[in-house]
């Protein structure tokens, strides 16, 4: 009976190493509050909560920069990214975020999208700014003077002309 007893305890402890062993991986789901920042239950980089190379390393489960992970005991981790114009995700508040420094693609550096009036030439723009310039950023014709109208100045140069030659005399 005492060696019945004894295997018993045996398992228990077995068990109960197991489960502890395995409490300590990174991503098994819980959050080991010795080295874990975050346990997000997966094996992936790059979505918040680290894997690193192993779940045994203790180089993963920690929250990768730019994010933020809950940390409760006997949850998931979820992780949401920081509001940042460049991560190349699309935000609150942000009309777009390709996530590159290129300031006269599609998408500006501070995420918002081109416009008429930015002084950058963008798709559909005749051109923006400058002289000959519309508002809606369409070239403007350069004025010519209707022939009624240089008629008429040369008629008053004459006039002009003819007042003076008058007077001097
Ligand atoms: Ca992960
Ligand atoms: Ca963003
Ligand atoms: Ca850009
Ligand atoms: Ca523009």
Redo the contacts with the bound molecule.
């Keep these: 009976m005492k060696k019945i007893y004894s295997l018993i305890a045996l398992s228990f402890m077995f068990v109960l190493a197991i489960g502890f062993a395995s409490a300590c991986h990174c991503g098994d789901g819980i959050i080991n509050l010795a080295w874990e920042q975050c346990d997000d239950g997966n094996h992936i980089n790059g979505d918040g909560c680290s894997y690193g190379s192993s779940s045994l390393d203790h180089t993963g489960c920690q929250t990768e920069s730019g994010w933020n992970c809950t940390r409760t005991w006997g949850k998931l981790s979820v992780c949401t990214p920081l509001?940042?114009?460049?991560?190349g995700?699309?935000?609150a508040g942000?009309e777009c975020?390709d996530g590159n420094t290129n300031n006269l693609d599609s998408c500006r550096n501070n995420?918002k999208l081109p416009y008429c009036g930015d002084g950058n030439l963008d798709n559909g723009e005749e051109c923006d700014g400058g002289e000959n310039c519309t508002a809606n950023c369409t070239t403007e014709p350069p004025i010519v003077p209707e022939f009624g109208t240089i008629i008429c100045m040369l008629t008053a140069l004459s006039a002009l002309g003819i007042f003076f030659i008058v007077r001097r005399k």
């Design positions: 509001l940042i114009c460049g991560n995700i699309k935000q942000e975020d995420c």
